[in-house]
């Protein structure tokens, strides 16, 4: 048992961490304040490679592997947890059905865009009615032969009103319930195709969450990912993946956030003596520190056994849940240790805590990843 990283995961961190804090930890602020997405920090990151990490070359990928792709979500995220997001929605859950699930003329057709950034990606099964439970689907996919026309809405959808690209998922056999529902490949381009509200957000102010429309959307017959009645496996295994980016984005919140409490303990004095001198408070920074430490090492593990074709659902539910947790708690005593200056936006704390929140409810709350490891242990 190695617990190093390799040369290559080395340099995606020294890479990934030397951008994200000249290019976006300056800016991070008043994108925050200014509720934008920067599609040119999205470009720069599909330069580097960062929107196809671990997807093979041929496909414009960068042939990383899933603990290369934890550590860029991990420097991005430290910086600013939108640009993390950003980066975890298109590998995780845009590409990876795709790769791993669509056709060779599938692949061909949409991977190289999405992988080197040319085109954003967006996964679309959350509704206003069926956020945990997927399995109340009101959207529908009716087969007309050489089309499927698709009508519904689809709400929460990071990259919504931005994306070019998106894994949609709609009942096509309602009678079959959970295995009724089919994925499908839709371009922001087809017809009956349209974007509604754009969410107003605690945090991750920068990061595009919107709602689709479908009005007697007309997809290919070709566009459907695996055959139907699939969706919902396909849905459930992306999640899986998805959650080590979760969780590797609220590890990145969480370090980031007692980075910058680092800087201002060492330099701010009370009593006469530095904050970072006071045992009380040293003794929060231990607790913090071993806590992200502990979380860091979940998400590699995940990420290792995904790589190695194990089974790791519950130890990414275990990740995602506990470096979720670890976020928030981390966010909240780093604003308690900068006091008042904490609680303003002087300080870029108060917006990791705002940032923080979201991890323990996107991509499965912390109750649904809760019932997933409870299941692994108890079983069923």
């Not at 048992?1 to 390799?6: A, G, N, R």
């Not at 967006?122 to 499927?148: C, I, M, V, Y």
């Not at 990071?158 to 309602?174: E, H, Q, Y």
């Not at 409490?261 to 009380?280: C, N, V």
Request: with cysteine.
């Amino acid at each position: 048992m190695d617990f190093s990283l390799t040369k290559e995961q080395e340099f995606v961190q020294k890479m990934v961490r030397s951008f994200a804090q000249a290019e976006i930890a300056p800016i991070a602020g008043d994108l925050d304040k200014e509720h934008r997405y920067p599609r040119e920090i999205v470009d720069k990151m599909g330069k580097l490679g960062l929107m196809g990490i671990p997807f093979p070359k041929e496909y414009e990928g960068a042939g990383g592997d899933s603990i290369a792709y934890a550590i860029a979500v991990e420097e991005l995220s430290k910086a600013y947890a939108a640009t993390g997001t950003m980066c975890a929605a298109q590998n995780s859950l845009c590409n990876w059905p795709i790769y791993h699930f669509g056709t060779e003329e599938q692949k061909e057709k949409y991977l190289p865009d999405l992988c080197s950034g040319r085109k954003v990606g967006g996964f679309a099964l959350t509704e206003p009615n069926a956020g945990s439970d997927s399995a109340l689907q009101q959207t529908r996919a009716e087969d007309k032969g050489d089309h499927w026309l698709v009508n519904g809405s689809k709400v929460f959808i990071t990259n919504g009103s931005v994306g070019d690209v998106f894994v949609v998922f709609a009942m096509t056999d309602k009678s079959k319930k959970t295995r009724g529902i089919s994925a499908f490949i839709v371009e922001n381009t087809f017809e009956g195709f349209s974007t509604g509200k754009i969410e107003d957000k605690m945090g991750i102010r920068a990061s595009n969450t919107a709602e689709l429309v479908f009005r007697n959307m007309v997809v290919p017959k070709e566009n459907i990912i695996g055959r139907p009645g699939e969706g919902f496996k396909i849905a459930m295994t992306t999640l899986d993946g998805g959650r080590i980016g979760v969780a590797a984005q609220a590890v990145g919140i969480a370090q980031g956030a007692l980075d910058v409490t680092l800087d201002y303990m060492k330099a701010r004095k009370q009593f006469g003596r530095r904050l970072a001198d006071m045992d009380p408070l040293r003794f929060v920074v231990a607790e913090l520190a071993t806590e992200i430490e502990a979380a860091r090492l979940l998400v590699y593990c995940a990420a290792d056994l995904k790589d190695r074709g194990r089974p790791f659902g519950h130890i990414s539910a275990m990740a995602k849940y506990y470096s979720s947790e670890v976020a928030m708690k981390t966010t909240t005593k780093c604003v308690q240790l900068h006091g008042g200056y904490g609680y303003t936006a002087d300080y870029p704390v108060e917006r990791m805590m705002r940032d923080a929140k979201i991890t323990e409810i996107y991509e499965g709350t912390t109750e649904v990843q809760k019932m997933v490891v409870a299941g692994a242990v108890i079983g069923k």
